[in-house]
């Protein structure tokens, strides 16, 4: 007892020796560049906007920007467009994102399967992902007119004839079909990106599991269900959360295809605070709108993390 | 003999390629300084526009050789925000189109040109097109901002092979009854409409819009709208509800190409192009390729003017290409050399080699006289509809343009839609037009 007292207690190890504290700052020595770039051309700006909403900033009144605290949310508030961009907004995303991610399942299960050509396979489900979007928005546009080829297709098919559809049917200023249309040209144009995401997934996927399935008398679907599935969850997560905010932010197919029309029905969030900022020269306000849309897609984000987090336990 | 060191060679050669180059290095800086370097900007981006350009260049440059100036292209669609965020970052060109005059005087990016040009420049100029040229400017005064040198006037331009095929003949005007009664004879249903409308897009869906509310006695203010004092708005009135029933009631009743809601411009013209649609409601945009198409197409094209509304209410002519000076011009202190090019544009020898090469119509009412256009019939529709020519929008109405490409087509398509009335469709333009205009810190009185 007495020994273990007066026994000398071992020297404590300083929280940060030498050594970790140089092995940490050559962390973030290499790091310094990244952090620099993001914050001049991520943060700052960011930043700069959430000033802009609280300012009565117009192109204009140039040099009469002040100060008018939470005025530009208050009438965000009042806004009867806002209510129904940002339901839209999610129509658009969500939309999306779930067919993106069921095509890009699908097209990767069957570019993993051992088919011929299956590298020009995995090269060509890549063209719509590198067609720039103003393309592929003018494409569809010509694509869904009255007179264009989805039509005569359509009324090939007897679809006309039998009174299902309209023999000139206007399907991007038809308020029923312009926000479906468009979600199918977003759904061509990102799908690819869900396809090599999960196709790296199910790449690493070991083979050992399906063998002892297979062994143990599992179908395909229950393979699927418990093997595939499980395996990709982190990835399907980081996938749909980076699609979801890629598309519930992007402007392009609906600026060029309706300008968010006809009477409001593909006007989204991002497109109305486009509107706001360089139609009706009211920086301020687009940047209002602009914070709402950061809020909501911090919230995703954490919301996706929190689900990662579980995931990968 | 005592030979050279390779140093004291190159250091020879060197001393000798100086000396040779020293004096054309003295001419050329010389030349330098006598040479002003301007940029001007334009938004139009045909090709016969840059023809008309370098026409109009070549000539300006044997008069004024020691001034060079870079063309500049701003699309369109883009041109309006891009030149208000221009002038917020103090990267305005020197001099160019100035197409929203009223907006550009506000946001203080255009320069007053008046007491800087003779006052003859604008004498053979419609007087009403020059008052487009006017803006209030940051001192809360009216200022004469730009020189007019073409019309941007609008007609019916019409596919006269269909017109023919449908017994309809070309007349020196028209009633909005009698337009109404042409769309609907044109119509093929599934294959050809009479009508191409524009509901999507910046600039001309409103302009077309507002010229048939405007035919039928619609207005923004009761006063003139030169004043720079602002008045109350009476756009909500039954005269402009009835011009939007007359306008959405050629979509409705089927006369116009189904995807007239989101059809822009361009959708417009290709329509029109194409003989998908037998006329179109449009600006003197494009008109010798359209009439090269059409004769390939084997179709002879015309115009006509817009039709009159009732009681006789005549749609205005508005718009046209004007010159002016932008901010920029100030910070290079060439504002002397800037004014040589737009006057030189708007006179009558630039007006001619303009229009001449891309087709427009010249702002000058003599050069109208010209055979060229006057004995054209491709011209007719558009001079008779220039007998018309009034300034609607008021000019103290800060950012009304934008606004109103803003506010006003998804409130045209509600009624193409039957998801509105004409009336709640007026109602609400005014009253987002009045809640736009106090954003821009303009008070309007109620």
């Known amino acids: 007892m007495s020994a273990t007292m007066t026994a000398r207690a071992p020297a404590r190890r300083p929280m940060l020796d030498r050594r970790t504290l140089k092995r940490w700052m050559a962390g973030y020595l290499f790091l310094l560049p990244a952090m620099i770039c993001l914050a001049v051309v991520s943060f700052v700006p960011m930043f700069q906007g959430i000033v802009t909403s609280f300012e009565n900033f117009s192109l204009f009144r140039p040099g009469q920007r002040g100060f008018v605290g939470l005025d530009q949310y208050r009438y965000l508030a009042e806004d009867p467009l806002l209510a129904r961009t940002f339901w839209q907004s999610w129509y658009f995303a969500l939309g999306s994102v779930a067919l993106q991610a069921i095509l890009g399942m699908a097209s990767a299960l069957l570019l993993n399967q051992n088919i011929w050509f299956r590298g020009f396979f995995r090269g060509l489900v890549l063209i719509p992902w590198v067609v720039p979007g103003a393309l592929a928005a003018m494409m569809f546009g010509l694509l869904f007119t009255s007179t264009g080829l989805v039509n005569t297709l359509l009324a090939d098919l007897g679809l006309v004839d039998l009174g299902l559809i309209n023999a000139a049917h206007p399907w991007l200023s038809d308020p029923r079909t312009s926000m479906p249309t468009i979600i199918m040209a977003n759904t061509w144009k990102g799908f690819p990106f869900f396809t090599v995401m999960f196709l790296a997934a199910l790449q690493s996927i070991p083979k050992d599991y399906y063998e002892a399935a297979m062994i143990d008398g599992a179908s395909n679907w229950q393979s699927f269900r418990h093997i595939t599935l499980p395996s990709m969850a982190p990835t399907i997560l980081i996938t749909t959360l980076l699609g979801t905010i890629w598309t519930f932010n992007s402007i392009d197919l609906i600026y060029i295809l309706t300008s968010g029309g006809p009477y409001y029905s593909t006007m989204t969030l991002a497109m109305f605070s486009y509107n706001q900022g360089f139609g009706r020269g009211n920086i301020g306000y687009a940047s209002a709108i602009g914070v709402v849309i950061l809020a909501l897609m911090a919230i995703i984000t954490i919301v996706y993390l929190a689900a990662y987090r579980r995931v990968e336990r | ?446």
């Open chain 2, 1 to 446: 003999m005592t030979g050279f060191s390779r140093r004291e060679v190159v250091k020879g050669l060197g001393l000798a390629t100086g000396a040779a180059l020293l004096p054309g290095l003295g001419s050329l800086s010389a030349r330098a300084a006598e040479t002003v370097k301007l940029v001007n900007v334009e938004h139009d981006t045909r090709p016969l526009d840059n023809a008309a350009y370098k026409a109009v260049y070549d000539a300006f440059r044997t008069k004024h050789p020691g001034i060079e100036i870079e063309f500049q292209l701003i699309p369109w669609e883009q041109a309006r925000p891009k030149l208000l965020t221009m002038a917020q970052g103090d990267g305005l060109p020197d001099m160019g189109r100035v197409a929203w005059v009223a907006d550009l005087a506000a946001a203080n990016a255009i320069v007053p040109l008046d007491g800087k040009i003779e006052p003859s420049l604008l004498d053979t100029v419609d007087p009403l097109l020059v008052q487009q040229a006017y803006g209030v400017g940051n001192d809360g005064a009216r200022h004469l901002y730009a020189l007019p040198w073409f019309v941007g006037t609008q007609s019916i331009l019409v596919n006269k092979t269909l017109l023919d095929k449908a017994g309809i003949t070309l007349k020196d005007s028209w009633t909005t009854d009698e337009f109404a009664a042409a769309a609907k004879a044109l119509t093929v249903p599934g294959k050809q409409w009479g009508v191409t409308l524009d509901g999507a897009g910046i600039g001309d869906p409103v302009q077309i819009f507002l010229s048939a509310i405007y035919g039928y006695g619609g207005k923004w203010v009761a006063g003139a709208p030169q004043s720079v004092t602002p008045e109350p708005i009476v756009f909500d009135s039954p005269e402009t509800a009835a011009g939007i029933e007359w306008y959405t009631n050629l979509y409705l009743d089927g006369s116009a190409v189904p995807s007239a809601p989101t059809d822009t411009y361009k959708e417009r013209d290709a329509n029109f192009q194409s003989g998908k649609a037998a006329m179109a409601w449009q600006g003197p945009w494009s008109l010798l390729e359209t009439r090269e198409n059409f004769k390939q197409g084997g179709w002879e094209l015309a115009s006509m003017p817009l039709p009159t509304g009732p009681g006789g209410s005549v749609p205005p002519s508005l718009g046209g290409g004007m010159a002016g000076l932008f901010r920029g011009v100030l910070k290079d202190g060439h504002e002397a050399e800037a004014l040589e090019w737009i006057k030189f544009l708007s006179s009558e020898e630039g007006q001619r080699l303009y229009c001449k090469t891309n087709g427009m119509i010249p702002a000058s009412r003599t050069l109208q006289a010209d055979p060229f256009w006057a004995d054209d019939p491709l011209y007719k529709g558009y001079i008779g509809t220039m007998k018309n020519m009034r300034q609607m929008l008021p000019i103290w109405a800060t950012g009304l343009e934008g606004l109103l490409d803003d506010v006003v087509p998804p409130l045209m398509q509600g009624v193409f839609l039957r998801q509105l009335t004409p009336a709640d469709a007026a109602k609400e333009i005014q009253a987002q037009v009045i809640r736009g205009l106090q954003q821009n810190g303009v008070r309007v009185p109620s």
